[in-house]
């Protein structure tokens, strides 16, 4: 199976800042790579496709970059609605389609 | 809307079977793939399995073979996750997601969430 890990797991950023969001897959998986954010007692929800597909009705300061091994999702510029946990997700070739463990964000 | 509306929590016993629905509404019910995720209290999100609607073919995860069966009713549009043989380790809540199988793979609407607890 293909081992996707995220880093940091967490973080601590203030509203304005911009945050960035590493995953790195154990292997090449193209640009078969998603990105959720998920709110407490919340179900998960998508925010990137593909890698760099904005998922529509998702703000513009979200984005995704990167192909093979290492992916980004970056926050432009933290609003208080975006203090969450973030998963990043391979579907490449045939499952099993794992999860990141997640990185949260906290408020400085 | 598309809306995927589950079924409420569940307390079993160790050693006991769960089965939980999970009701499409909004969209052609087998145009999209069904996936069943699940998390543990205060941990991450775990692929389960996914079932493709129009055939009922299903594919899970190594870790959960020979527990759990994924089903469908296309005459009411409810997709069914069984996991059977339950210990304390599968308190979790389950998620279903509706699967965007064109280009990549993404799960774009998902339910609320089922409960599930596992306590003698």
């Known amino acids: 199976d293909i081992q996707m890990t995220q880093s940091p797991s967490s973080l601590s950023a203030s509203v304005g800042d911009r945050v960035t969001i590493t995953c790195r897959a154990s292997q090449s998986i193209s640009i078969y790579l998603n990105w959720y954010q998920q709110k407490p007692g919340k179900a998960p929800n998508l925010l990137i496709h593909?890698?760099?597909s904005l998922q529509s009705g998702v703000p513009s300061r979200f984005s995704g970059s990167g192909s093979g091994t290492d992916f980004t999702l970056t926050i432009s510029s933290l609003q208080p609605e975006d203090f969450a946990t973030y998963y990043c997700?391979?579907?490449?070739?045939?499952?099993?389609?794992?999860f990141g463990q997640g990185t949260r964000v906290e408020i400085k | 809307q598309v809306q995927l509306v589950q079924s409420g929590a569940e307390v079993k016993k160790p050693g006991a079977s769960v089965k939980v629905s999970c009701k499409a509404s909004?969209?052609?019910?087998?145009?999209?793939?069904i996936h069943w995720v699940r998390q543990a209290p205060g941990q991450g999100l775990e692929w389960m399995g996914i079932l493709n609607p129009t055939g009922g073919s299903t594919d899970y995860a190594q870790k959960f073979q020979g527990r759990v069966t994924m089903t469908r009713d296309t005459s009411t549009s409810t997709v069914y996750m069984a996991l059977s043989s339950l210990r304390s380790e599968d308190t979790a809540v389950y998620f279903c997601?509706?699967?965007?199988?064109?280009?990549?793979?993404?799960?774009?609407?998902w339910g609320q969430g089922t409960l599930v607890t596992v306590s003698s």
């Open positions: 997601a509706r699967g965007v199988a064109a280009g990549v793979h993404n799960l774009d609407y």
């Open positions: 997700q391979q579907s490449y070739d045939t499952p099993p389609w794992t």
């Open positions: 909004g969209y052609t019910f087998t145009s999209y793939y």
């Open positions: 593909a890698a760099s």
